[in-house]
């Protein structure tokens, strides 16, 4: 999915010839969704498309080259750079990533050019930096193509104007060839939760998947044998003047953002870190909607945890073989070199591609697709505010720091109430109380920038991700427990034997991780709050 900041078309004199301008920034909001081959003639008739097309649309070929240096330095830097052929004409255009919390907009230059070489001289280097600056384009040579005959069309619905591009087609690199099947719904004017509406009922004609990167991403991936790295959560810049209202759509946002970049990572399954990524979006979203929905009982609160509940357990079990594997047995290879667990990480690995082969499945779904669809609708239209009295519709309208003091002292106060008697809680009360103290520390993140100026404020986050981390080991040792149940069904002495050895390992690690529980517990309990000042 991107959204693009898209650039001024050339202007063209009476005789058809390409007057040169400088390149300028527009906004540009850009829905892409991924199609089966041979999917996209059917859904060219969808009646939502054949009710508010403005004519039949037009099929154009388009020839596109993508450049960069030869030590890859746009790519380092998140741009793109590439020249496309649309008849006898020739646009460069050159992209940025997307802004934090804004995943489908990317900032975009355009300008004419003679032919299908770029012309660095043509851009705006004082707007777009560095390495553009330093560049000649002698320094560029081409990466990859893409080759796509798209049929587009002109939408009009009653509150929005909507381009419609069907994109079929080919990324070449070397030989090497990667099919485009594609939907693109490209906003020309008004409410940008016209895209998500218009996707969902795609969605119900065929299983369309949301489109998490640009045909220049996939290029290069192709291109660089690159795996997409995971992406931690980005800081949200919340200042004290935001409303109620603002905040949540900027929580949301990021969250969603967050989603979407690790998305592709998690399917293709190259990297842990991308599953990992997903549950902390997931869980950061279900609380926005627990620390809101009890001064906005908003419906689409309880709509979004819930399907942000459902795949977090579809998630699950990826997660808790990428921790055993890469966590448990690790630690004991160094720490226990001697002992032999070749057959237990051949069984380990097993359950892991099994479990991946699962979620791969399940985030091909529609169910996913419509999951994150509705996320864009729910920002882009502010969906909370539906369903609600005028009472909840005056809080969104308070400056955040009233809410935000109310909602820290709440779960600062369930949660030392959770950890009463703390030595004595068994494994099931250690979880419900990680579950607080999590909502109390993103809680506690996403409200920091109002309390920039309180000294406690960091040290409270710093105590509070300590004993979370604490806990999370602890969870981590009695998860697995569960995992070593599942392998012990094989029967094989050597495999029991290096069970036995992990097991022996996780029963002194709980002991070490007990006494530091205890001691992040007192620290945290004695910790000042920074809120209400």
Known sequence: METSLNVRQPVVSD??????????????????????????????????????????????????????????????????????????????????????????????????????????????????????????????????????????????????????????????????????????????????????????????????????????????????????????????????????????????????????????????????????????????????????????PSPAFQAVNEEARWLMQQLGPARDWDVFAETTITRLVAAAPEVDLGGLREAVERQRKSSYAALQAVLAEPRCSRFLLSLGQLVERRGWRNEIGNEALAVLSLPMPTLADKILARLHRKALRRGAHFRKLNVYAQHDLRIDLKKLRYAAEFFLPLYATHAPAKRYVKRLAGLQTSLGRACDIASGRILLDAIRQEDRPALHLAIGAVAGWQARDQIAVAKTLRKRWRRFKTAPAFWGR
């Open 15 to 296: 005789s058809g010839a390409a007057i040169a301008v400088r390149p300028a920034e527009q906004a540009e909001i850009e829905l892409k969704l991924l199609a089966p081959h041979g999917a996209l003639e059917k859904l060219r008739e969808m009646p939502v498309i054949m009710q508010h097309a403005r004519n039949r649309g037009a099929f154009r070929w388009l020839e596109t080259v993508y450049y960069d240096t030869p030590e890859h330095l746009l790519f380092q830097r998140g741009m793109s750079l590439r020249v496309r052929r649309s008849g006898k004409h020739f646009i460069q255009t050159l992209k940025l990533l997307p802004n934090i919390g804004q995943p489908l907009t990317r900032r975009q230059w355009e300008a004419p050019v003679d032919d299908l070489t770029p012309d660095l001289a043509r851009l705006p280097a004082d707007e777009v930096g560095d390495p553009v600056t330093t560049l000649t384009n002698d320094a560029l040579v081409p990466v990859f193509a893409t080759r796509v005959r798209r049929h587009a069309r002109q939408l009009e619905l009653s509150d929005a104007s909507v381009e419609i591009a069907f994109d079929e087609g080919t990324i070449e690199v070397d030989g090497r060839k990667e099919v485009l099947s594609e939907i693109e719904l490209e906003l020309k004017s008004g409410n940008a939760g016209v895209l998500f509406d218009l996707g969902t009922q795609l969605l119900d004609a065929a299983p369309l998947q949301v489109g998490t990167r640009s045909k220049a991403e996939r290029g290069y991936a192709l291109a660089f044998d690159v795996v997409q790295p995971a992406a931690k959560a980005e800081l949200v810049s919340i200042t004290a003047e935001h409303m109620v209202d603002d905040v949540i759509a900027l929580l949301i946002g990021t969250c969603w953002h967050h989603l979407l970049k690790n998305h592709v990572v998690a399917q293709e399954g190259a990297d842990p870190e991308g599953v990992h990524q997903m549950r902390v979006a997931l869980r950061r979203l279900r609380t926005i909607c627990a620390l809101f929905r009890r001064d906005i």
